[in-house]
């Protein structure tokens, strides 16, 4: 079955540690996003890359980092520069084209101790 | 830069009966996209609906449509005969349509209606 899968599912860092969020997807997507959701905000992008080698900061990439070596990939790395981390993440993936809808991943839950 | 806003943060509806919820949004655009996502509280989102705002026909999915009125950048989402199953938050989002420069696809989130179904 085609789909987003995004591990772990919940994730506990301490302050001043890194840690990486995985996003996979297996639908032949070219383009891919991150989005941060926080209570009463609804979802913020943090970065999206719609080919392989290439990403753009979206509207609050401060204190996070992506990589995009291959198209089905697309990491977040949340960086101890990143003041409240404390969030739900969200990857989603779209084909590339303007009909074409945006499908989503289950989700990190993403908690500094 | 491109805004949504859902004005009311909770609804909720007698089960069975109809429910509306609002959406603006303000874009110097003519040419977008405009979709409304269900977040049940498995926190997936799921796409519910869609409109062209090319289209002055209103999108329809089974218990599902919009009222988009795009002079007065309106696009409201109404369930008809509502079930235990549509509780959920509900978000408005918004997309330029035009392709041709990358970056246009990322999609701007409103707040979201928290849906609460009375059985």
């Known amino acids: 079955d085609g789909g987003i899968t995004q591990s772990p599912k919940y994730l506990f860092r301490k302050e001043g540690q890194n840690v990486t969020l995985s996003c996979e997807q297996n639908l032949n997507h070219d383009a891919m996003y991150w989005y941060r959701q926080d209570p009463g905000q609804g979802l913020r992008l943090i970065y999206y890359s719609q080919i392989v080698n290439d990403f753009q900061k979206g509207d609050i990439a401060e204190g996070y980092s992506v990589s995009r070596e291959k198209k089905e990939s697309f990491p977040l790395t949340v960086t101890s520069a990143q003041k409240n981390p404390t969030a739900f993440y969200l990857c989603?993936?779209?084909?590339?084209?303007?009909?074409?809808?945006?499908?989503f991943g289950p989700g990190t839950r993403l908690t500094v101790l | 830069a491109q805004t949504v806003t859902q004005s009311q943060p909770e609804m909720s509806v007698q089960e069975a009966e109809t429910v509306t919820l609002s959406c603006t949004y303000d874009t110097s655009e003519s040419d977008y996209y405009l979709f409304w996502y269900k977040q049940p509280p498995s926190r997936q989102m799921i796409l519910v609906i869609r409109?062209?705002?090319?289209?002055?026909q209103n999108a329809t999915e089974n218990r599902f449509s919009v009222n988009f009125q795009k002079a007065a950048k309106s696009f409201s989402l109404k369930i008809s005969d509502s079930q235990l199953g549509d509780a959920a938050m509900y978000f408005c989002a918004y997309r330029y349509s035009v392709i041709s420069n990358f970056g246009n696809e990322k999609l701007t989130f409103g707040t979201g209606t928290r849906l609460t179904i009375i059985p």
């Open positions: 989603a993936s779209k084909k590339r084209g303007g009909g074409h809808e945006q499908f």
């Open positions: 409109q062209e705002a090319y289209k002055q």
